[in-house]
């Protein structure tokens, strides 16, 4: 029998911290996620070994036997995950400033702008380290942490990097074939395309829909799991896409992107940044990057 991939190690992390709190939403808090991105999680991982870990209550959750089977396992394996992690993590350096972020952030913020920081900051090195669980931020013992997630969840010591609001986008290529206008659209009038979500949020085409007095039947076409990739298909030309204008303001300034309707929705899940007190670095660093989140929404999105 051929050897079969394991399941993705996010559908375990869910299913351990639900089992272990027996709530969905309590582990959504936990792993700064939206309730319904674990519950599927949950549910592929059910798919996948072909039986039921949970029996879904009005007023909880419990473990079936299968899954009180599944759970000390999982919390082992999650548990020496952490504890190899924790053995090879390098000794820490004074002189080193070290950033945890997602992979959106990195690319389209911190690639085209960190040099000029760099530049300002000679006596700053920087070390870069892309995570996406709450716990992968913890283990990094990073000085800034730039995490994803609802903003009703956010930390209290954390601020919001950017406006935290989305807007439709697309390469202006995608018009210029049909001779069309690359601006003001309805959603009607972007039937026509494919449409690009980012999965695992609160924010869905039905809500933008709903906030601008307008409605849409179809539903999305691609869906992705992070505003970054959003913002690459609508750079290809595969659709429109609802994404964060944080992420898209820079494509938006060369041109790359345009917002094809007036509308800008408040997110239900952002951007946040924590900087660990008392580290000049970090706080400088925390200082500029939320100056150029500024600028850059505000220039792409006036």
């Not at 309590?26 to 996948?48: F, N, P, Y």
């Not at 041109?255 to 239900?268: E, I, K």
């Not at 924590?274 to 200082?287: C, D, W």
Request: glycine content about 6%.
């Amino acid at each position: 029998m051929k050897n079969r991939t394991l399941p993705p190690t996010g559908w375990f992390r869910a299913f351990e911290s639900s089992a272990r709190l027996l709530s969905f939403t309590a582990a959504a808090d936990e792993l700064g996620l939206t309730q319904s991105a674990v519950s599927q999680q949950i549910k592929s991982l059910e798919v996948r070994f072909g039986c039921a870990l949970f029996v879904r209550r009005h007023r909880g959750i419990l473990l079936t036997d299968e899954g009180r089977r599944l759970f000390p396992l999982v919390a082992e394996g999650i548990g020496n995950l952490k504890a190899a992690a924790a053995a090879f993590e390098p000794a820490a350096d004074p002189g080193l400033l070290t950033i945890a972020t997602s992979v959106s952030i990195a690319q389209w913020f911190l690639v085209p702008r960190l040099k000029l920081f760099t530049e300002q900051n000679r006596d700053i090195r920087v070390r870069i380290v892309n995570a996406v669980w709450p716990d992968e931020f913890v283990a990094s013992s990073a000085d800034v942490q730039i995490q994803f997630g609802p903003i009703e969840s956010a930390d209290k010591s954390s601020t919001p990097l950017g406006n935290n609001q989305l807007a439709l986008v697309a390469s202006p290529s995608l018009f210029e074939s049909a001779g069309k206008s690359s601006s003001a659209h309805t959603l009607s009038g972007l039937s026509d395309y494919s449409l690009i979500q980012t999965v695992g949020t609160s924010d869905t085409w039905q809500k933008f829909a709903e906030t601008s007095g307008e409605s849409i039947d179809d539903p999305a076409t691609l869906l992705v799991d992070s505003h970054g990739l959003s913002v690459d298909f609508a750079r290809a030309g595969f659709g429109v896409a609802l994404t964060s204008t944080l992420i898209s303001s820079p494509c938006i300034i060369s041109g790359s992107l345009v917002q094809v309707h007036p509308a800008v929705m408040a997110a239900r899940d952002g951007y946040f940044i924590n900087t660990r007190k008392g580290n000049n670095a970090a706080e400088e660093f925390s200082l500029w990057i939320q100056n150029e989140a500024r600028e850059s929404e505000a220039g792409a999105f006036a």
